[in-house]
Protein backbone atom coordinates (compact mmCIF):
# COMPACT_ATOMS: atom_id res chain seq x y z
CA UNK A 1 0.00 0.00 0.00
CA UNK A 2 1.22 3.28 -1.08
CA UNK A 3 1.17 5.75 2.01
CA UNK A 4 3.00 8.96 3.10
CA UNK A 5 2.47 9.52 6.84
CA UNK A 6 3.43 12.80 8.68
CA UNK A 7 4.31 13.17 12.03
CA UNK A 8 6.24 16.32 14.67
CA UNK A 9 3.77 18.65 14.73
CA UNK A 10 2.38 20.62 17.83
CA UNK A 11 2.09 23.55 19.89
CA UNK A 12 5.07 25.93 20.17
CA UNK A 13 5.24 29.81 21.03
CA UNK A 14 6.39 32.07 18.34
CA UNK A 15 9.90 32.50 17.40
CA UNK A 16 10.46 28.70 18.26
CA UNK A 17 10.96 25.65 15.97
CA UNK A 18 9.49 22.05 14.88
CA UNK A 19 10.64 19.83 12.34
CA UNK A 20 8.27 17.69 10.49
CA UNK A 21 8.66 14.24 8.83
CA UNK A 22 6.90 12.40 6.09
CA UNK A 23 7.97 8.86 6.03
CA UNK A 24 6.76 6.90 2.80
CA UNK A 25 5.51 3.25 2.58
CA UNK A 26 5.34 0.97 -0.49
CA UNK A 27 7.34 3.39 -2.62
CA UNK A 28 10.89 5.62 -2.46
CA UNK A 29 11.13 8.99 -3.12
CA UNK A 30 14.05 8.30 -5.41
CA UNK A 31 12.03 9.30 -8.70
CA UNK A 32 9.71 11.47 -7.08
CA UNK A 33 9.45 15.11 -6.70
CA UNK A 34 7.88 15.95 -2.63
CA UNK A 35 6.29 18.73 -1.50
CA UNK A 36 4.99 20.20 1.94
CA UNK A 37 1.58 21.86 1.97
CA UNK A 38 -1.02 23.81 4.44
CA UNK A 39 -3.99 24.25 5.01
CA UNK A 40 -5.20 27.15 7.51
CA UNK A 41 -8.29 27.29 9.33
CA UNK A 42 -10.66 28.94 6.40
CA UNK A 43 -8.01 29.23 3.90
CA UNK A 44 -7.04 27.26 0.67
CA UNK A 45 -4.02 24.90 0.57
CA UNK A 46 -0.94 26.29 0.59
CA UNK A 47 2.51 25.43 -1.13
CA UNK A 48 4.72 25.58 0.64
CA UNK A 49 8.17 23.80 0.12
CA UNK A 50 8.81 21.27 -3.02
CA UNK A 51 12.04 19.45 -3.90
CA UNK A 52 12.35 17.40 -6.63
CA UNK A 53 14.57 14.30 -5.77
CA UNK A 54 15.76 13.89 -9.63
CA UNK A 55 16.64 17.46 -10.19
CA UNK A 56 17.99 18.28 -6.46
CA UNK A 57 16.16 21.22 -6.53
CA UNK A 58 14.18 22.94 -3.97
CA UNK A 59 11.52 25.80 -4.18
CA UNK A 60 9.82 27.74 -0.91
CA UNK A 61 7.20 29.95 -0.73
CA UNK A 62 8.01 33.43 0.33
CA UNK A 63 5.93 33.13 3.15
CA UNK A 64 8.36 30.61 4.24
CA UNK A 65 11.53 31.40 2.47
CA UNK A 66 14.58 31.84 4.43
CA UNK A 67 12.66 29.87 7.97
CA UNK A 68 11.82 26.39 6.58
CA UNK A 69 14.30 24.04 5.49
CA UNK A 70 13.15 20.91 3.32
CA UNK A 71 15.41 18.09 2.98
CA UNK A 72 15.26 13.77 2.26
CA UNK A 73 17.50 11.27 4.09
CA UNK A 74 17.47 8.34 1.37
CA UNK A 75 18.52 5.63 3.84
CA UNK A 76 15.27 6.22 5.94
CA UNK A 77 12.82 7.29 3.10
CA UNK A 78 12.05 10.12 4.86
CA UNK A 79 11.36 13.83 3.71
CA UNK A 80 11.33 16.31 6.64
CA UNK A 81 10.79 19.99 6.79
CA UNK A 82 12.92 22.01 9.38
CA UNK A 83 10.82 25.24 10.72
CA UNK A 84 12.46 28.15 12.56
CA UNK A 85 11.02 31.46 13.90
CA UNK A 86 7.83 30.28 13.75
CA UNK A 87 5.06 32.91 14.21
CA UNK A 88 1.04 32.56 14.28
CA UNK A 89 0.61 32.76 10.83
CA UNK A 90 2.00 29.43 10.43
CA UNK A 91 -0.57 27.37 12.49
CA UNK A 92 -2.17 25.39 10.00
CA UNK A 93 -2.26 21.81 8.96
CA UNK A 94 0.95 20.56 7.18
CA UNK A 95 0.78 18.18 4.96
CA UNK A 96 3.24 16.14 2.84
CA UNK A 97 2.61 14.97 -1.00
CA UNK A 98 4.75 13.60 -3.88
CA UNK A 99 4.32 13.28 -7.23
CA UNK A 100 6.46 10.85 -9.93
CA UNK A 101 8.67 12.28 -11.57
CA UNK A 102 10.60 15.91 -11.91
CA UNK A 103 7.21 17.93 -11.62
CA UNK A 104 6.09 20.97 -10.12
CA UNK A 105 4.73 20.77 -7.23
CA UNK A 106 0.78 21.58 -7.20
CA UNK A 107 -2.13 20.75 -4.80
CA UNK A 108 -4.37 19.29 -8.20
CA UNK A 109 -0.95 17.49 -9.36
CA UNK A 110 0.32 15.44 -6.94
CA UNK A 111 -0.16 11.37 -6.84
CA UNK A 112 0.19 10.64 -2.59
CA UNK A 113 -0.90 12.61 0.16
CA UNK A 114 -0.27 12.24 3.70
CA UNK A 115 -3.49 12.93 6.48
CA UNK A 116 -1.72 15.98 7.75
CA UNK A 117 0.18 16.84 11.11
CA UNK A 118 -1.03 20.06 12.88
CA UNK A 119 1.32 22.51 13.85
CA UNK A 120 0.18 24.98 16.57
CA UNK A 121 2.09 28.61 16.57
CA UNK A 122 0.50 30.45 19.46
CA UNK A 123 2.26 31.91 23.62
Known amino acids: QLQLVESGGGLVQPGGSLRLSCAAS????????VGWFRQAPGKGREGISC????????NYADSVKGRFTISRDATKNMVYLQMHNLKPEDTAVYYC????????????????WGRGTLVTVSS
Open 97 to 112: AAVAGDKWCSSGGMDY
Open 26 to 33: GFTFHYHT
Open 51 to 58: FSVIGGTT
